[in-house]
């Protein structure tokens, strides 16, 4: 069976453009999370979608946004990049919103 | 709050050398889960193991196994006869509910380097 997928591989921005990352959960996963992951440190939660439905949020700015289709796949998009934005971005799937919670290889950002 | 504490950044063993990695947790809730995952190089985190709070039954998969003391907080992670292929960052993962979805409160991990 397929794991998550994620794509791009890598991106290069520029400070105050924007940027989309997408998603494509396990087969028969319903739920995606999004985490940022800053070198060196550990994922940080963004937020959670189930059935199309945004269910959690970390502390993160407006200037984040995600959304997730009828197949449940997701797309995070990130407005006004800062040079703080700079990271792994990773998205996990799980079969409802209190399963484990299964990675994808991610998205690495880099914010010039 | 929840928080998770890995407080060993780096550890460095030769091959076949036992080593454990520890994971302190802070929670208030009763009912939680623990979770082990491995990022290698590639970056994917993948997933080794996850412990319901009400079990604290030590879990043996090969040669990794764990251990689970809710009295003292904690939730080591030990591999038996490392391999270089052990060679990654592991990070000890504490779940918490957010507006009713499951989020992941992770440790900042610890760098494991097996030497040949």
């Known amino acids: 069976d397929a794991g998550v997928t994620q794509s791009p591989t890598h991106l290069i921005k520029t400070r105050g453009q924007q940027v989309t990352l997408r998603c494509s959960p396990i087969?028969?996963?319903?739920?995606v999370s999004w985490y940022q992951q800053v070198l060196g440190q550990g994922p940080q939660f963004i937020f959670q979608?189930?059935?199309?439905?945004?269910?959690g949020r970390g502390n993160f700015p407006d200037r984040f946004s995600a959304r997730q289709f009828p197949n449940y796949s997701s797309e995070l998009n990130v407005n006004a990049l800062l040079l703080g934005d700079s990271a792994l971005y990773l998205c996990?799937?799980?079969?409802?919103?209190?399963?484990?919670?299964?990675f994808g290889p991610g998205t690495r950002l880099t914010v010039l | 709050a929840q928080k998770v504490t890995q407080a060993q950044t780096e550890i460095s063993v030769v091959e076949k050398e036992d080593v454990t990695l520890d994971c302190v947790y802070e929670?208030?809730?009763?009912?939680?889960?623990l979770f082990w995952y491995k990022q290698p190089p590639s970056g994917e985190l993948v997933f080794l193991i996850r412990?319901?709070?009400?079990?604290?039954q030590n879990e043996i998969s090969g040669r990794y196994s764990w251990n689970f003391q809710k009295s003292t907080s904690s939730f080591n992670f030990t591999i038996t006869a490392s391999q270089v292929v052990d060679s990654a960052v592991y990070f000890c993962?504490?779940?918490?509910?957010?507006?009713?979805?499951?989020?992941?409160?992770f440790g900042q991990g610890t760098r494991l380097t097996i030497n040949p």
């Open positions: 087969s028969g996963h319903k739920s």
């Open positions: 993962a504490l779940s918490d509910l957010i507006q009713g979805a499951q989020k992941l409160v």
């Open positions: 412990r319901n709070s009400f079990d604290e």
């Open positions: 979608y189930y059935e199309k439905e945004e269910r």
């Open positions: 929670t208030r809730d009763t009912t939680y889960y």
């Open positions: 996990a799937s799980s079969p409802s919103r209190r399963n484990e919670q299964f």
